[in-house]
């Protein structure tokens, strides 16, 4: 039965996070063109409160439907108790870690401020892939890293009134465990560089985050040094597996979320290049370090158990049920109109298409 109720909620989850996605875009191309005369910042604002609403029910379907628990250890008092501007720098083991971030940035009420560095090949999704762009996320490609491009994406974030946690995946692909030759090409680079092997994670790439750190280092407070491990990701016998992707998670194979947070001033980060290469390696090795203590003995830190009432960040519902039922009100007149069906599926080939063009136009990449 369990079984069952996993998969409709699956379904559910599904059909209204994509869905929803043509309403969505089309409250951001109106609000796009109300704001074609006002300041920069103030569409932003505008836009950072839709993307808020839309992550807030995607949160519902994978913290609240699923009933997972979030715990969070290190510096989250002290991020939790002010909005801030930063640089995100987080493992990377599935495609659930960009839900991590949501998870993060909506206990500090900053959800509406996620702006991700991205593989280029996101831009092809349907829809999403040109809302990204105008959200403010810089896709760039890993073969062909073109820097001028991103510094110019990243020239729009500086101006100080455009709130935003900046996020970036340094290791650029997902660890897995049995993912045998790419760990041993990760490795093979860090010793070609002098540097330290990792066991949990691949070997970090560093440009990027150096780019948008020199970029945008006046508007930012802090980096926030993220490590995420998943309940799914080990297994009875104690042994580390690939971490759950997002359909896992929907159907309910990942029931407790560990993450710490590390809150690093940005005035304690170099600003030389050599040394920031250095620098980031050593946070890795860190991040290694403590996600081998948790896969060993069931914590972050030393003497710190993580299931403790203090370190159990529950969402409460306020935050994510508006969001669920406004995306579901937009959505149930599909069901009773076949008519409005029509305009819904040539509304995303339409909006799809139109995003493309602006793509290619700008070439972002």
């Given at each position: 039965?369990?079984?069952?109720?996993?998969?409709?909620?699956?379904?559910?989850?599904?059909?209204?996070?994509?869905?929803?996605?043509?309403?969505?875009?089309?409250?951001?191309?109106?609000?796009?063109?109300?704001?074609?005369?006002?300041?920069?910042?103030?569409?932003?604002?505008?836009?950072?409160?839709?993307?808020?609403?839309?992550?807030?029910?995607?949160?519902?379907?994978?913290?609240?439907?699923?009933?997972?628990?979030?715990?969070?250890?290190?510096?989250?008092?002290?991020?939790?108790s002010k909005k801030e501007n930063v640089l995100y720098l987080g493992n990377h083991q599935s495609t659930v870690d960009w839900i991590?971030?949501?998870?993060?940035?909506?206990?500090?009420?900053?959800?509406?401020?996620?702006?991700?560095?991205m593989k280029d090949t996101l831009q092809a999704l349907p829809l999403y892939g040109h809302y990204f762009y105008q959200h403010g996320c810089i896709y760039v490609k890993r073969g062909d890293f073109k820097q001028k491009k991103m510094e110019s994406a990243l020239e729009y974030l500086r101006d100080p009134k455009i709130k935003s946690w900046t996020v970036i995946f340094p290791e650029g692909t997902c660890f897995a465990p049995n993912e045998y030759d790419l760990i041993k090409k990760s490795n093979k680079a860090a010793d070609a560089n002098g540097l330290k092997p990792l066991v949990n994670h691949l070997t970090p790439r560093y440009r990027g985050s150096f780019l948008a750190l020199a970029k945008l280092r006046s508007n930012l407070d802090a980096i926030y040094d993220v490590t995420c491990v998943y309940s799914g990701s080990v297994n009875e016998k104690k042994e580390r597996i690939p971490a759950p992707e997002l359909i896992d998670f929907l159907l309910g194979k990942n029931r407790e979320m560990y993450i710490h947070v590390r809150r690093i001033p940005i005035k304690d980060v170099p600003e030389d290049e050599a040394f920031f290469k250095t620098w980031m390696h050593n946070l890795f090795i860190v991040k290694d370090e403590i996600v081998s203590r948790f896969y060993e003995h069931g914590?972050?830190?030393?003497?710190?158990?993580?299931?403790?009432?203090?370190?159990?960040?529950?969402?409460?519902?306020?935050?994510?049920?508006?969001?669920?039922?406004?995306?579901?009100?937009?959505?149930?007149?599909?069901?009773?109109?076949?008519?409005?069906?029509?305009?819904?599926?040539?509304?995303?080939?339409?909006?799809?298409?139109?995003?493309?063009?602006?793509?290619?136009?700008?070439?972002?990449?």
């Open positions: 039965m369990k079984g069952v109720l996993a998969k409709i909620r699956y379904v559910f989850a599904v059909v209204v996070i994509t869905g929803s996605a043509p309403n969505y875009f089309l409250l951001w191309f109106l609000w796009r063109g109300i704001s074609l005369f006002l300041p920069q910042w103030k569409y932003q604002d505008g836009d950072d409160f839709l993307y808020s609403m839309y992550q807030r029910m995607v949160i519902f379907f994978f913290e609240h439907c699923t009933g997972q628990k979030v715990y969070i250890s290190g510096d989250a008092a002290s991020i939790f991590v971030c949501n998870m993060v940035a909506i206990r500090q009420g900053s959800i509406g401020h996620l702006r991700y560095v914590y972050f830190e030393k003497g710190a158990e993580l299931r403790t009432i203090e370190n159990h960040h529950a969402l409460p519902y306020i935050a994510t049920v508006p969001s669920f039922l406004f995306f579901v009100a937009t959505f149930l007149p599909l069901v009773f109109f076949p008519g409005l069906r029509l305009l819904w599926l040539q509304s995303i080939l339409l909006f799809t298409m139109f995003g493309y063009l602006v793509l290619a136009i700008k070439s972002v990449c």
